[in-house]
């Protein structure tokens, strides 16, 4: 069954202590995997579209990266702003169009 | 430029009762993107419009739900004899187009909840 996981579900870090994110996905013939940040009472932002393994953007303090099996969220030296819950998304094939299916998302806390 | 709109931003209402959740696009978006989002969840899709038709409504949980994109601009997300399992956070998305490489925008989304 076509799925999206992402791990940890929950991750505390300290400002300046840099850290990776997990979002796993079966998929056969990847259309591209999408991350997006989401803060409480609002709608998830937009980071980036990764389309190909070994594929790499950056923005900030933000690295994404993908293989042909999973993608990681690399954040170097955090900082309070970055708390958010970030998540990944992958299209999946439903009735001749493309759906973007979401995980459950990484709840981030970075502590000052 | 103004961004995705959505009214209201909380409803509440009582088990049975008919609602109605708007979301306005960003000008130009010819695709639109209905979610819905419960605690501790990853947005669940429910439908997406292309134009004004609805390319594909199979993520709608059952024959209570609808939705219109009349005009391909303004949608409207219909929930007729509300149940309680329907409180969610509803967002809508808009994008250029059904590419799916192409970024979504989203909402802020609707609190929904139904006592």
């Known amino acids: 069954e076509d799925q999206v996981t992402q791990s940890p579900e929950a991750l505390r870090l300290q400002e300046g202590e840099s850290s990776s994110l997990n979002c796993s996905y079966t998929v056969s013939g990847l259309r591209g995997l999408f991350w997006y940040r989401q803060d409480p009472g609002k709608g998830p932002e937009f980071l980036f579209t990764?389309?190909?393994a070994g594929e790499e953007k950056e923005k900030e303090r933000l690295k994404a990266t993908l293989t042909k099996k999973e993608s990681f969220l690399h954040i170097t030296a955090p900082k309070p702003e970055d708390s958010a819950t970030y998540l990944c998304a992958v299209p999946y094939l439903s009735g001749g169009s493309y759906i973007p299916t979401f995980g459950r998302g990484t709840s981030l806390i970075v502590h000052p | 430029g103004a961004g995705v709109s959505q009214t209201p931003s909380n409803k509440v209402t009582e088990k049975g009762k008919y609602v109605e959740l708007r979301c306005d696009p960003i000008?130009?978006?010819?695709?639109l993107y209905w979610y819905r989002q419960s605690l501790g969840q990853g947005p669940e899709f429910l439908i997406y419009?292309?134009?004004?038709?609805?390319?594909?409504d199979s993520g709608l949980p059952n024959d209570r739900f609808f939705a219109v994109r009349p005009e391909g601009s303004v949608s409207t997300l219909k929930i007729q004899r509300t149940e309680r399992g329907d409180s969610a956070v509803y967002l809508c998305a808009s994008s250029e187009g059904t590419s799916t490489y192409n970024e979504q925008f989203f909402g802020p989304g609707t609190r929904l909840t139904v006592l």
């Open positions: 000008s130009g978006h010819t695709a």
């Open positions: 990764l389309y190909s």
């Open positions: 419009f292309q134009g004004t038709g609805a390319a594909d």
